[in-house]
């Protein structure tokens, strides 16, 4: 598709929180809807504004079918603070989420907040775990751990408390639906989490895809409680964004290192997985699988593991 030209058949339609620099704080605009040469105007704008925003807009337009009439652009996401970044200018009225781009937990949060549409709201504040800014531990989160979110004058964390929080604290598309049983089902799903990840992450240790066979098809079994849509409650809702983030991960894991698809067999499961990523909020908090996998690679199994794959010694041996 050329660069500039929407195509005749194309619309695409802007939302809030996605705008360029100098119309994101107009609220009134929800979202608009652009005519190929109005598209053509906002590719201009954008390219004096952002080009970053302007590629990921164009990049996810091509994306699309003719037949489509949306496309979403992804929000141009800040560097990660590090020991040599400045506070931000703390508990000045501003709502902030301490994340790290390449935590489970903070993803939780993190696709809550897209889910509602709170980009405007909630500021993404990234911190560099492996080298953090000693402010945040004195100033504002002394567990020193992400999540976190900075609101009214407080600071909260715990991701699962702070899905609940951001559900009853902030406008948007209900995360919990109304239906006790429902609501029970993910009290029970919610409490099972915590389960889920210890059961999985100490496989690793040992007879790694027999040990957390289990707490997928626990999953698998817990996706056919309820028909009405392919999520944990049928529609999409707090339940999916906690496990989200973790299956991300160990989905990818699995096949690299276990050769062992976590969908096999499990077909609730992948149309879960399927379901899920065409979910907009959560897509773009989603980490670079090469970058997973090195990551879990070499705390999981080792150094040695990390430069026999990575062919370090295949090289130096020959
Ligand atoms: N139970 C916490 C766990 C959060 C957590 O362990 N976050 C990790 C990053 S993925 C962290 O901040 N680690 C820093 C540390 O432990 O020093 C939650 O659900 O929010």
């Known amino acids: 598709m050329d660069k500039w030209n929407l195509g005749s058949n194309h619309h695409a339609r802007l939302r809030v929180g996605q705008f360029p620099p100098p119309f ?109 800014p000693t402010w945040y531990k004195e100033k504002v989160y002394p567990e020193n751990k992400v999540p976190s979110l900075e609101h009214n004058n407080k600071v909260i964390g715990e991701s699962l408390d702070l899905l609940e929080y951001i559900e009853n604290h902030f406008e948007g598309p209900a995360l919990l639906p109304n239906d006790p049983a429902k609501q029970q089902f993910a009290e029970e799903l919610l409490s099972y989490s915590d389960t889920f990840n210890k059961t999985v992450y100490t496989s690793f240790k040992g007879d790694t895809v027999k040990e957390a066979g289990g707490a997928f098809d626990y999953l698998e079994t817990a996706l056919h409680k309820f028909d009405d849509g392919p999520f944990f409650l049928g529609q999409f809702s707090l339940v999916d964004i906690a496990y989200a983030p973790f299956i991300e991960r160990f989905q990818i894991f699995f096949e690299d290192a276990f050769k062992y698809d976590i969908t096999s067999g499990r077909p609730k499961l992948a149309a879960w997985i399927e379901e899920l990523n065409k979910i907009d909020a959560y897509p773009q908090t989603k980490c670079e699988p090469k970058v997973l996998v090195e990551f879990y690679t070499k705390r999981f199994l080792g150094m040695w593991n990390l430069l026999i794959r990575s062919k370090v010694i295949y090289v130096v041996m020959c």
């Open 24 to 132: 994101r704080h107009c609220s009134r605009l929800r979202t608009i809807d652009l005519s190929p040469n109005k598209y053509r105007l906002w590719t201009l704008l954008c390219t004096n504004y952002s080009l970053t925003v302007l590629e990921s807009f164009q990049l996810q337009i091509a994306q699309q079918s003719p037949q489509m009439a949306t496309a979403f652009v992804k929000e141009v996401l800040p560097p990660a603070l590090d020991s040599t970044s400045k506070p931000p200018p703390l508990f000045d009225g501003t709502t902030r989420l301490y994340i790290c781009y390449m935590c489970p937990f903070a993803q939780r949060t993190w696709i809550a907040r897209n889910y509602k549409g709170l980009q405007d709201k909630i500021e993404l504040v990234p911190i560099d775990l492996q080298n953090r």
